[in-house]
């Protein structure tokens, strides 16, 4: 599906206040070893020991200033993440972007503790990391938190952000029901579009069963499941018109009336219908495409939600 459903797209830089360093566990050994050497020179008097403590102490200083500003200046923001159905995994794609003209390495993001992958950035370019998230209940499904890391250049230095919020967020539907036969109110049927006839041998939809009708023409293998009865309808160059309505699904509690729904969009876009969604306070006149039922399932995701 070629929709993308999220809410305003921030992006974040990487300035000085959101940026902590602390040496690593190598770090601290190297420090150690540091006081050790140094120790070692005074007492032996050792001008080379001296040489050789100073220039290392140097290196770890002047590492300092790479971790930082390997982080330093760094831009990410989140591009639109395709709508899923409930118990699916979201896909988020975040993009880290370097504007300065120094490559960056080594660039890990992390989820809570879990890193979610690591990154080399070219200087004036970018790199894009997939963060997947289980969609657990329909409606928006938030981006979580962020926090990216670097140990380089040599790793004696842990430098961390802050947690990152994108305000990024996914479109998940209603997961859809098993297979339900389609029910409209006693007053309404399958109807064709005007200025075409029913008759031929395409298959268009079923309706419940009438005295009357065709024994032919009953939905045996839905009889043989237990199912209501229900009539196989067939046309020439007719196209079905069928109201997706919440009052006929009385006794069935919320989120199961919008799963039988979701089930009905999907089905009726796959034999091409022309449908239109009855809610509570909300309708959407028949007709069918991409665009419509994108539309039908988001009302149904955001049912009842608080905007």
Known sequence: MIFMSVLPNNSVILGRRQLFMLPTRFGLLFAALLVVQLLAA??????????????????????MLYTHRNLLRLRLSASACAPV?????????????NDSDTPRFGIAVMNGKKEIARVDIPARGSADVNLSVAAVKRGWLMLPELIVTTQFPLGLLYSWSRRLALHHSCLVYPRPA??????????????????????????????????????????WKAVARGESWHVKQFGAGYQA????????????????????????????????????????????????????QHECLKHLALFGLKP
């Not at 109807?191 to 023409?217: N, Q, T, W």
């Open 42 to 63: 005074i007492n032996y008097s050792n001008g080379l020991a001296y040489a050789l403590t100073f220039l290392l102490g140097s290196l770890a200083v002047v590492s």
């Open 85 to 97: 159905f409930a118990d699916e995994i979201a896909t988020f794609r975040i993009h880290l972007t």
């Open 178 to 219: 098993h297979p339900t036969p389609l029910q409209t109110l006693a007053v309404e049927s399958l109807e064709a579009v005007s200025g075409l006839k029913a008759g031929g041998d395409d298959y268009i939809g079923a309706r419940e069963f009438h005295p009357g009708d065709s024994p032919r023409h009953v939905d």
């Open 241 to 292: 018109t069928a109201w997706l309505d919440w009052d006929t699904l009385e006794g069935l509690d919320t989120e199961t009336r919008l799963s039988v729904l979701t089930r009905w969009v999907l089905d009726a876009e796959h034999d091409g219908m022309l449908y239109g969604l009855r809610l509570p306070e909300q309708t959407l006149n028949p007709s069918n495409g991409e665009a419509h």
